[in-house]
């Protein structure tokens, strides 16, 4: 390349360049400068995503607490910093992302069973989102015959006041 500024552009990476100088003037061209030879640097690779990894599919029962499980999550060149949940299918639920890699919530009850179905993205230190991974969670029915035992074995006291009211207790 001809070049006056001394800065040379498009040169490929880990590349020997032979550079001399050479002045031109009303006389003519000078003789070149003293040879020098420079060796570029090895380029730089460009930031790869994240990749989400929502953990594994599980079955819970009505009513109880589960972990999603983010953990599995890698970025290659980089680290995790955000762990984005949404929740893309069945009855809401409210997430506990005080662990964003691992948030908790408590499945409902329902008479009957259910699917919710989470999304995972994550993001890397140069803010890089990743592709969304998923997970499903498979949520057990109530069943009314535990509920009827779990009345029956309640006391109740009856209170009137010329009307009947119940009172748990």
Do not use: C, H, M
């Not at 990476?13 to 061209?29: C, F, H, K, Q, W």
């Not at 040879?35 to 009513?63: K, L, R, Y």
């Not at 069945?90 to 992302?97: E, F, K, R, S």
């Amino acid at each position: 390349q001809q070049n006056e500024t001394g800065t040379f552009t498009g040169l490929e990476p880990e590349t020997t360049y032979t550079v001399y100088a050479r002045a031109s003037n009303a006389l003519g061209d000078s003789a070149p400068s003293t040879i020098q030879t420079v060796t570029t640097d090895a380029a730089e690779a460009p930031n790869q995503p994240p990749t989400a990894n929502a953990g594994p599919d599980q079955s819970v029962a009505a009513g109880v607490e589960f972990i999603l499980d983010g953990t599995g999550s890698q970025d290659t060149d980089g680290t995790i910093v955000e762990y984005r949940w949404t929740q893309i299918a069945g009855d809401p639920v409210i997430l506990d992302t005080s662990t964003p890699s691992q948030p908790k919530a408590t499945s409902p009850s329902r008479t009957s069973a259910q699917t919710l179905t989470f999304q995972l993205i994550t993001v890397d230190d140069e803010g890089e989102e990743s592709a969304p991974g998923t997970v499903n969670v498979n949520v057990a029915a109530v069943v009314l015959s535990e509920i009827l035992k779990v009345i029956e074995r309640l006391d109740f006291d009856l209170v009137t006041q010329g009307d009947v009211n119940a009172y748990f207790g």
